[in-house]
Nanobody, 119 residues
């Protein structure tokens, strides 16, 4: 019954922005670190960003620092990824996870949201 449902993906031009949302249900959201991963064709799945339970700490892959912002709203059981100044190399399927950062293993994966950055 754990559910992670991503939304907000799509096609954008280089330099554009997207905001991904992940709606969580079936568990006590505020008890868990949340993360975003991405996977491009032929590439390893990589951690993009993570956020602690009360949002006191965040972490980012070097490739997205200064451009992406992870946030969460525990009252809405939702985690977000704001993506600015998008580059073609950001194109990937983006996954929301329960756990997956701050030393916590992934316990659940979302279905994935396609992000394509192309002119």
């Amino acid at each position: 019954q754990v559910q992670l449902v991503e939304s907000g993906g799509g096609l954008v031009q280089p330099g554009g922005s997207l905001r991904l949302s992940c709606a969580a249900s079936g568990f006590i959201f505020s008890n868990y670190v949340m993360s975003w991963y991405r996977q491009a064709p032929g590439k390893e799945r990589e951690l993009v960003a993570g956020i602690s339970r009360a949002a006191s700490s965040t972490k980012y892959a070097d490739s997205v620092k200064g451009r992406f912002t992870i946030s969460r709203d525990n009252a809405k059981n939702t985690v977000y990824l704001q993506m600015n100044s998008l580059k073609p190399e950001d194109s990937a399927v983006y996954y929301c996870t329960c756990g997956g950062s701050f030393g916590r293993t992934v316990s659940s994966w979302g279905q994935g949201a396609q992000v394509t950055v192309s002119s």
